[in-house]
């Protein structure tokens, strides 16, 4: 158990809908990132946050967007979701920037 | 830029056989160096790390990796797997400094342990 945790566990849902998943960091543990992991792509680091601001930006999409709250945890928000959108989302927390990472036990999602 | 490449994205291997998973990186400016292990329908969790110091890491389950400066690499290695250790593995980079630390990750490897 890597202290980090995720909700949903399984999320089905329809095309063009939208849809947030939550991450709530480790204990003590200022910095948070969104990956995503599919069958074709392998995993994929979408955005990160430390302290409630954003820090970095990778591979995400303008329909996706991601915050971070005063509490330190943070939602990911999908939306417009096509087929493609399908699969795995992980958020990760880390102490500080370009700390460990460790992973929660991620967010299966499938758009029908 | 800073680049992680696995070299092998599949590694069958037989249970008790000694395996070893590779993974190279490109930088001008000293990195820390991770490993990941993913099991079938689970997170991420971390294997070992390189910061500093000896460059001969041990990881939990009897992995260890070595990062060799000149050549750019971070090998994991296993002296005799077991079939549990069937996963997907990952090889991460970051670098020391800098505001823009996120993790660089390889594409990963399949290691399958067959009896």
């Known amino acids: 158990d890597s202290g980090v945790t995720q909700t949903p566990k399984h999320l089905i849902t329809a095309t063009g809908q939208r849809v947030t998943l939550r991450c709530s960091p480790r204990s003590g543990d200022l910095s948070v990132y969104w990956y995503q992991q599919s069958l074709d792509q392998g995993l994929q680091f979408l955005i990160q946050?430390?302290?409630?601001?954003?820090?970095a930006k990778g591979n995400i999409l303008e329909r996706f967007s991601a915050q971070q709250f005063p509490d330190l945890h943070s939602e990911l928000n999908l939306s417009s979701l096509e087929l493609g959108d399908s699969a795995l989302y992980f958020c990760?927390?880390?102490?500080?920037?370009?700390?460990?990472?460790?992973f929660g036990p991620g967010t299966r999602l499938l758009v029908l | 830029a800073q680049s992680v490449t696995q070299l092998d994205s599949q590694v069958p291997v037989f249970e008790e056989a000694p395996v070893e998973l590779r993974c190279n990186y490109s930088s001008s400016v000293s990195v820390y160096l991770f490993w990941y292990v993913q099991y079938p329908n689970q997170g991420l969790q971390l294997l070992l790390k390189y910061l500093s110091g000896s460059t001969l890491v041990k990881g939990i389950n009897g992995f260890e990796a070595e990062f060799n400066k000149s050549q750019t690499s971070f090998h994991l290695r296993k002296p005799s797997v077991h079939i549990s250790d069937t996963a997907e593995y990952f090889c991460?980079?970051?670098?020391?400094?800098?505001?823009?630390?996120?993790?660089?990750w390889g594409l990963g490897t399949s290691l399958a342990v067959n009896p």
């Open positions: 990760a927390s880390s102490a500080r920037v370009g700390g460990t990472q460790y």
């Open positions: 946050y430390y302290n409630g601001e954003e820090r």
């Open positions: 991460a980079v970051t670098l020391h400094a800098g505001n823009n630390r996120k993790l660089i």
